[in-house]
Nanobody, 125 residues
Framework: VQLQASGGGLVQAGGSLRLSCATS????????MGWFRQAPGKEREFVAV????????YYADSVRGRFTISRDSAKNTVDLQMNSLKPEDTAVYYC???????????????????WGQGTQVTVSS
């Protein structure tokens, strides 16, 4: 699976951005597609994931209620709508495909086998 992330940029606190991840190739996966982020000096952390069925979604506590992950099967994209952005949301955002065989581990980056190149999101205060 090839993944191409886009949509990052600079926005003021309280603003919105929409990230998109275009997928190509075989999209078979054990679990689904997710978004992760990595701030300078920090480990890559889970943001949100959507199951391949498109029915179930899960979010990190820090973004729940502000971010929405969605999937467009016709366009083969997975989007992340980010509202009410905060300076602490500043990071490089990565989309990923794959995931664990056990739901318990869906927040672990190591369980996702395919990654996009990352897109920078900067939120100014």
């Amino acid at each position: 699976v090839q993944l191409q992330a886009s949509g990052g940029g600079l926005v003021q606190a309280g603003g919105s951005l929409r990230l998109s991840c275009a997928t190509s190739g075989r999209t078979f996966s054990r679990y689904g597609m997710g978004w992760f982020r990595q701030a300078p000096g920090k480990e890559r952390e889970f943001v949100a994931v959507i199951r391949w069925s498109g029915i179930s979604t899960y979010y990190a506590d820090s973004v729940r209620g502000r971010f929405t992950i969605s999937r467009d099967s016709a366009k083969n994209t997975v989007d992340l709508q980010m509202n009410s952005l905060k300076p602490e949301d500043t990071a490089v955002y990565y989309c990923a495909a794959g995931g664990p065989s056990s739901h318990y581990y869906y927040t672990q980056p190591s369980t996702y086998g395919d990654w996009g190149q990352g897109t920078q999101v900067t939120v100014s205060s």
